[in-house]
């Protein structure tokens, strides 16, 4: 559930830089969703939740890495400028900016990694114990001829 969260929020980055965190927050939504909304109780569900998953955490861990990638780049700039004051401040709002989304993704990286895990382990445990068919009650009613 966490996983799921994390991409509802992580979706809004597919508006700003870089886009690649919001394509993982995508993945991640649709695939847990497939075990919310329709596969919960089949094995291939998870397995698909998984392989989202999956790309979803490489979307957000290439999108942490090319942030923090910024941030170092910006401050090797920065310090290299000394005499410039407007290239300290610019240095300071972007890694204000920059690095709690790069810590965000990288959590949303952990936890999709987590859910892969977990989805793993509940197809090897709907393989062995497949759940019991459910009985359909059906009720007809028919009219009498009166």
Known sequence: MVSLILGIVS???????????????LLTVIGTSIIICCQGNKPNG??????????GGICHIT????????????RIISDSLDEMRITRDVADWASNLI??????QTVAFIFDMITVVLCFQA??????????AQAVE?????????
Request: glycine content about 12%; hydrophobic content about 50%; charged content about 5%.
């Open 99 to 104: 690095i709690p989304i790069a810590v965000f």
């Open 123 to 132: 197809r090897s445990d709907l393989l062995k114990n497949p759940p019991a």
């Open 11 to 25: 979706v809004i980055g597919i508006v700003f830089y870089p886009f690649v965190g919001g394509v993982g927050g």
């Open 46 to 55: 998870y397995v698909a939740c998984a392989i989202l998953c999956i790309i």
């Open 138 to 146: 059906m009720v007809v009613t028919s009219k009498s001829p009166a």
């Open 63 to 74: 999108g942490a890495g090319w942030l923090w990638y910024v941030y170092n780049q910006t």
